[in-house]
């Protein structure tokens, strides 16, 4: 049973519009959030994440939403670049005793035409 | 230089070989982990450890082992390797937190594994 969900396999925007990328997820110990950007030939590389106790986290051009009733969090990107381009993962938590456990969603590819 | 290596970078053995796969890390973390990623689905943990000589099966450690022999070297071994075992793996490494903060894990740029 998948307990981390990127329902969208792809998703394509034009340069300078916003990408939105969607997460879902179902175990209700999940209380830390993190967002990662993978290239081709490369490790995936931290992004951005967010607690529970937050629901909105920004950096620069990268804001992550939290919304716990629904079990949902969304990336936005604005405005999107080229170079953005890459599969985006989804990953949950419970902090404490299990913080070092991440699950993964599938991954979304986003693809930031010019 | 990368702070998380991974050797060798691609892969292609034969089904009943055994084979190594070699991480080491420059950051100076005592928790490292082995991931593998098929296609169309996200990473799954095969194996993690918190120190040295400390060993932990992840989610899918089945037909895997792992040596923990220094702080820096995580490697990760296929005792007899069958097709579908052919997958990208990737080495993580994270450092304890206070206070039961998440950690931020650091992946390696992955191994391509192709079990014949």
């Known amino acids: 049973d998948q307990q981390v969900k990127q329902n969208s396999p792809s998703l394509s925007v034009q340069e300078g519009r916003i990408s939105i990328l969607n997460c879902d997820y179902t175990n209700s110990m999940f209380d830390y959030f993190l967002w990662y950007k993978k290239y081709p030939a490369e490790g995936p590389t931290f992004l951005i994440s967010?607690?529970?106790?937050?629901d909105k986290n920004e950096d620069g051009r990268f804001t992550v939403f939290l919304n716990k009733s629904a079990k949902h969090l969304s990336l936005h990107i604005v405005p999107s670049q080229p170079g953005d381009s890459a599969v985006y993962f989804c990953?949950?938590?419970?902090?404490?005793?299990?913080?070092?456990?991440?699950?993964f969603g599938k991954g979304t590819l986003l693809t930031v035409n010019p | 230089d990368a702070d998380v290596t991974q050797t060798p970078r691609n892969r292609i053995t034969k089904t009943g070989k055994r084979i190594m796969l070699e991480c080491s890390q420059t950051?100076?973390?005592?928790?490292m982990y082995w991931y593998r990623q098929d296609p169309g689905l996200g990473l799954r943990l095969i194996y993690y450890?918190?120190?040295?000589?400390?060993?932990n099966k992840g989610e899918i450690s089945d037909g895997y082992s792992v040596s923990r022999q220094a702080q820096a070297k995580f490697s990760l071994s296929l005792e007899s390797a069958i097709p579908n075992q052919t997958a990208l793996y990737f080495c993580?490494?994270?450092?304890?937190?206070?206070?039961?903060?998440?950690?931020?894990?650091?992946f390696g740029p992955g191994t391509r594994l192709l079990v014949l």
């Open positions: 967010i607690s529970s106790i937050k």
């Open positions: 950051k100076g973390h005592d928790r």
């Open positions: 993580a490494t994270s450092d304890l937190t206070s206070g039961g903060a998440v950690e931020t894990q650091y």
């Open positions: 450890s918190f120190d040295v000589k400390d060993i």
């Open positions: 990953a949950a938590s419970e902090s404490g005793g299990s913080n070092y456990k991440l699950t």
